[in-house]
């Protein structure tokens, strides 16, 4: 087991990936609220949206009526995703409110070639052609360290594995590239918007990019939890040099390119900072204002959403431990007892009389 970190940076994608899934009528002042609220949360970053063009994401076309109108709080900054020059156009109209700033320069190969087509109507050929623009670029602009990105490193639903050796070797054309200009390589990427991730497969490549280009120094992970295992494989990221993952409050996003919509969305953001909190890693989130987002999130998008920890709660202890003499607890509505409070379950029945003072048995069975 590698060493964890001190702390991790967490990319809260609700506001873009989250919403882009979602209904495209939802209103800016519904979007304003949900804003507000994760603004709250203790989050650094928070990316508004996409200024694109509404026919292919219609859930963005209000994009700008939202950046006129949203107040941002002390603390966070605030920024968006853009796709070509007449976006960065139009971004750049809220500066300083939203933070403005050049595109790091990196080189990416998208593994899958079929999705690489459906999201950025591009091939194989055309995307390896950009690279040596972008490092040319990176000179030009002063950077110190090349930085790589990876599309669906492990494979994809349309075309289905990608072997370890071909995505070792995807990664080895483009450090070679980045050498020859001069340039180490820091930090990569791994951008798996399929979710075909699956944590003892992410272990062997990070553990055989560390092996290969000691240089790489840590890894940024965007994993969709598709199949349910992005929170196991974050875990062995963590372990590896994952400094920085995408996630979403209550598990929002999915890709309208990839063939699973919603069912493709971001591990759970309070989920997440439940995981590294308690192993010690820092992330600078309120869970309890994370719980109070994913219940704005679950209004405003009008359907609930899959996190765990929004509808148990985080680990107890202390004063907020649950009350001895608690009712029976079945649905969702009544295991929100540690948010709502105790009238929720209050009709159920409680029919425990007496309660051992019980700290582990007292410390087992040394009982008194």
Excluded at 4 to 10: A, F, M, N, Q, Y
Excluded at 61 to 89: M, Q, S
Excluded at 338 to 345: A, D, Q
Aim: glycine letters at 10%; aromatic letters at 8%; a negative charge.
């Amino acid at each position: 087991m590698g060493d964890l970190p001190k702390s991790v940076t967490i990319l809260d994608d609700t506001m873009r990936e989250g919403l882009q899934i979602e209904d495209k009528n939802i209103p800016v002042s519904e979007k304003l609220r949900l804003l507000d609220a994760l603004g709250e949360t203790g989050a650094k970053t928070i990316v508004i949206g996409s200024f694109g063009s509404p026919k292919w994401c219609p859930q963005m076309a209000n994009i700008d009526e939202l950046a006129e109108l949203f107040v941002p709080k002390p603390g966070v900054e605030y920024a968006a995703l853009t796709f070509n020059p007449r976006g960065v156009e139009r971004v750049q109209k809220y500066y300083p409110k939203i933070h403005v700033s050049r595109s790091t320069r990196r080189t990416s190969w998208e593994l899958s070639e079929t999705f690489l087509l459906r999201n950025f109507n591009m091939t194989t050929e055309q995307q390896i052609a950009g690279w040596p623009v972008e490092i040319k670029r990176a000179k030009e602009e002063g950077d110190k360290v090349g930085r790589i990105q990876i599309g669906s490193p492990w494979g994809g639903n349309f075309d289905g594995d990608v072997s370890h050796e071909q995505v070792m070797k995807s990664i080895a054309m483009q450090m070679d590239l980045w050498h020859e200009n001069g340039f180490k390589v820091q930090s990569i990427a791994f951008s798996d918007a399929m979710g075909w991730n699956m944590p003892h497969r992410v272990r062997r490549t990070l553990e055989a990019v560390r092996e290969k280009w000691p240089e790489v120094t840590e890894f940024q992970c965007h994993f969709h939890d598709t199949r349910g295992v992005a929170l196991a494989s974050y875990y062995e990221a963590l372990q590896l040099g994952g400094r920085q993952f995408s996630t979403a409050l209550g598990g929002m996003g999915g890709c309208p390119y990839c063939g699973n919509g919603r069912a493709a969305g971001l591990p759970p953001t309070e989920d997440f900072v439940v995981l590294c909190e308690e192993m010690g890693i820092e992330t600078g989130y309120n869970v309890e204002k994370l719980i109070e987002a994913v219940a704005v999130a679950e209004e405003v998008v009008g359907h609930p959403l899959w996190g765990h920890v929004s509808k148990a709660g985080p680990l107890v202890r202390g004063d907020k431990l649950y009350p001895k003499n608690l009712p029976f607890v079945e649905t969702l509505e009544e295991a929100a007892h540690f948010r709502k409070g105790p009238s929720v379950c209050a009709h159920q029945l409680a029919p425990w009389k007496e309660y051992p003072d019980s700290p582990v048995a007292k410390a087992l069975t040394g009982r008194s």
